[in-house]
């Protein structure tokens, strides 16, 4: 079972940058579809983002296209994600999640994850 820990949250000012990482415990790492997800006080969760095991296919929430980027590093067992242009409303607890099972789950739509870190606040202030 994977272990996934973020980092890198914290607080900035509207218009600001941050940068999320997320490191697992497994060199399998580079064999899941990684996400990153987010949860604002008193709402559901959402997709943010996600990658494909090579890295060579991303796919976004629609909102979101633009301000963020996401990216891995295989070789480093690590997850990224580029916040730019913050936003109060960014203002979320954000997780990485792994999906194992890619070729039967829309891990592009946020479907299908199976190991989930324990999440990193990110407050943007206005």
């Known amino acids: 079972q994977v272990q996934l820990v973020e980092s890198g949250g914290g607080l900035v000012q509207a218009g600001g940058s941050l940068r999320l990482s997320c490191a697992a415990s497994?060199?399998?790492?580079?064999?899941?579809?990684m996400g990153w997800f987010r949860q604002a006080p008193g709402k559901e969760r959402e997709f943010v983002a996600a990658?494909?095991?090579?890295?060579?296919?991303?796919s976004y929430q629609d909102s979101l296209k633009g301000r963020f980027t996401i990216s891995r590093d295989n070789a480093k067992n690590t997850l990224y994600l580029q916040m730019n242009s913050l936003k109060p409303e960014d203002t979320a607890v954000y997780y990485c999640?792994?999906?194992?099972?890619?070729?039967?789950?829309?891990?592009?739509?946020?479907?299908?994850?199976?190991?989930w870190g324990q999440g990193t606040q990110v407050t943007v202030s206005s």
């Open positions: 497994e060199r399998t790492f580079s064999s899941y579809a």
């Open positions: 999640a792994a999906n194992v099972f890619t070729w039967r789950t829309d891990w592009a739509g946020g479907k299908g994850y199976d190991y």
């Open positions: 990658i494909i095991q090579s890295g060579g296919s991303t």
